[in-house]
């Protein structure tokens, strides 16, 4: 059973840095397409970094320069690390991961990531 598991969230001023972790059971990152997701309230749920099998990241436009998209050695933990956080950054953070192996992230809706976590809530106060 693939289990997804966030943390790193919490709650900081406007210019600090946190980093995001997601800790996967059951699973490897090593094939697949992973991502970081965000979610404020009344909003919609926006991808917000990604990394594939090839190591290539993106960034949505909201967090490019101020997001780093990276996994550990053994490649069951997923980080993203951000600086200069803002309050509109406010909002609960999610890890997903594809089911499939070798798809490009550019490839995928948000409906076709197989495995999601719970989330971490960020809150950046100004």
């Known amino acids: 059973q693939v289990r997804l598991a966030e943390s790193g969230g919490g709650s900081v001023e406007a210019g600090s840095s946190l980093r995001l972790s997601c800790a996967v059971s059951g699973y490897r990152f090593n094939y697949y397409c992973v991502a970081w997701f965000r979610q404020g309230v009344g909003k919609e749920r926006e991808r917000v970094a990604s990394i594939d099998a090839t190591g290539l990241t993106r960034y949505s436009d909201s967090v490019r320069g101020r997001a780093i998209i990276s996994l550990d050695n053994s490649r069951t933990t997923l980080y993203v690390e951000m600086k200069d956080l803002k309050p509109e950054d406010t909002a609960l953070y999610t890890c997903?991961?594809?089911?499939?192996?070798?798809?490009?992230?550019?490839?995928?809706?948000?409906?076709?990531?197989?495995?999601w976590g719970q989330g971490t809530q960020v809150t950046v106060s100004s």
């Open positions: 997903a991961a594809d089911g499939i192996r070798f798809r490009k992230c550019t490839d995928l809706s948000e409906t076709d990531f197989a495995y």
